[in-house]
């Protein structure tokens, strides 16, 4: 770790801190994840999920790990800086979030969301936290409770903050899938025009009622299998009306409740796929891409309609092109390399992958209906939240909230301006060469 020289710390968990770091030789900053425990084989190392996971995707909106170095039994990833993370845009905001950046921001998450679930992938803790923003840019981080869709259950039951954890796993699902990670979509939305949680539950039990109380209970012809899950733990929903969602989220558009409410649905295969959400009426607007935020690709020979097409065909086929439901994709990197001393890699060049272009019409339409962990671990390791009243409650004036995130109150914010849709684990074995270096770099996250 020579290479770099540490700059300071900007974060700190229970996992590991984080600092932020110049590259000695390119100038490159970078932020660099020293993990606490002790890792006593490479092989323990890239066993890890946040590795394996990382190495098989590269997207403009996940975030890039550059290398994994093991030295002298301590692990350090090294990642690209990110300016900030998203909580911590919101955290002590004043006034509310103009829906154009929302929409820019949710639009760049549900491509990269869309981009891991197709490879195989679910995040398992989406949150305000996990999320980093440069500039106009927002990428997904921190992998390390993400799992592969066609693992083998059980699953856990204890993953991601209670506040944005879907309820398939409040009630201990055995098994689950990407439709967690939709959820807690929808949850996110909802916070970053209010800048209020949607659902703060204080426990299981009462995060359950919390979002009871906002969408209604369930009931057993809505989701039979959420009754069997409660039957098997013996709880029993209470029987809540839930309340007007466009009241509780006023600043939002119609077009962003709708997409609120379908992401927040009880049953989990009603909940729309991240491909889908990108067809939905609130992005729109959103098929054009921001120039930084563009692969890099050579240029491509458009294909004029076929002749003999009809009109309608015609203008279907030229939006199909306009907005594709498609997302960047690149051949997994697997460039793992052990070496004794620490050496400099080259520079890993266009990290952005190529197009691959899907017709808008032979994509399913998803059909829209209406209606903690205590101590959160993000790559950025910030302060938490506050232990204030959460906006459900203060309009049902009944609920209460325990202790949050940590410590602080979250102001509430001015009233909003008249707003329109815009565009915007591991066994140890012992190791042949203690003391020594050993790296993992190449091209593995985008």
């Not at 290398?67 to 006034?95: A, G, H, P, T, W």
Request: proline share 8%.
């Amino acid at each position: 770790m020579e290479r770099y020289k540490i700059i300071k710390e900007v974060g700190n968990g229970s996992f590991g801190v984080v600092w932020r770091a110049l590259n000695k030789q390119n100038g490159e900053v970078v932020a660099i994840k020293k993990m606490k425990r002790k890792y006593y084989s490479w092989e323990e190392c890239i066993n890890l999920r946040e590795v394996k996971s990382l190495r098989k995707m590269n997207h403009p909106n996940i975030v890039k790990l550059k290398e994994v170095v093991r030295e002298n039994d301590i692990l350090y990833f090294v990642f690209e800086y990110m300016e900030c993370s998203l909580y911590q845009l919101m955290k002590d905001r004043q006034k509310f979030f103009l829906e154009a950046k929302i929409k820019n921001w949710c639009f760049q998450v549900f491509q990269g969301l869309a981009y891991m679930h197709q490879r195989g992938y679910f995040h398992r803790d989406l949150k305000p936290e996990n999320f980093l923003v440069s500039k106009d840019a927002i990428k997904i981080a921190d992998f390390g409770l993400a799992r592969e869709i066609v693992s083998q259950p059980p699953y856990t039951d204890y993953v991601s903050t209670r506040w944005y954890r879907a309820p398939e796993v409040l009630l201990q699902a055995p098994t689950y899938g990407p439709a967690v990670d939709m959820w807690a979509m929808g949850a996110i939305m909802a916070e970053l025009f209010t800048l209020r949680p949607l659902f703060p539950g204080s426990s299981e039990a009462d995060e359950i009622y919390k979002i009871c109380s906002v969408i209604g209970s369930p009931t057993e012809s809505s989701w039979a299998e959420g009754f069997e899950l409660a039957s098997t733990i013996n709880y029993l929903f209470p029987d809540l009306g839930g309340v007007n969602l466009s009241a509780l989220v006023p600043s939002a558009s119609k077009e962003a409740v709708s997409l609120i409410a379908s992401l927040c649905s009880w049953n989990p295969r009603k909940r729309p796929t991240a491909s889908e959400v990108l067809q939905h009426p609130f992005f729109q607007s959103c098929y054009y891409v921001p120039p930084s935020l563009r692969p890099k690709l050579t240029t491509v020979a458009r294909t004029p309609p076929a002749e003999g097409l009809s009109g309608r065909r015609a203008m279907e086929q030229k939006y199909a092109k306009k907005y594709p439901g498609s997302l960047p994709t690149s051949k997994p990197v697997d460039n793992v390399t052990s070496s004794a001393k620490m050496h400099a890699y080259p520079s890993t060049g266009n990290i952005d992958g190529g197009n691959e272009k899907t017709n808008k019409n032979s994509t399913r339409q998803p059909k829209y209906q209406p209606p903690i962990k205590n101590n959160p671990r993000g790559m950025y390791m910030g302060k938490g939240r506050g232990n204030d009243i959460g906006y459900t409650a203060e309009k049902l004036g009944n609920m209460t909230i325990g202790m949050g995130r940590g410590s602080g109150t979250r102001h509430p914010p001015l009233p909003p301006p008249p707003m329109k849709a815009g565009v915007p684990a591991n066994g140890r074995s012992s190791d042949l060469f203690p003391g020594r270096s050993q790296v993992y770099s190449g091209k593995v996250a985008g």
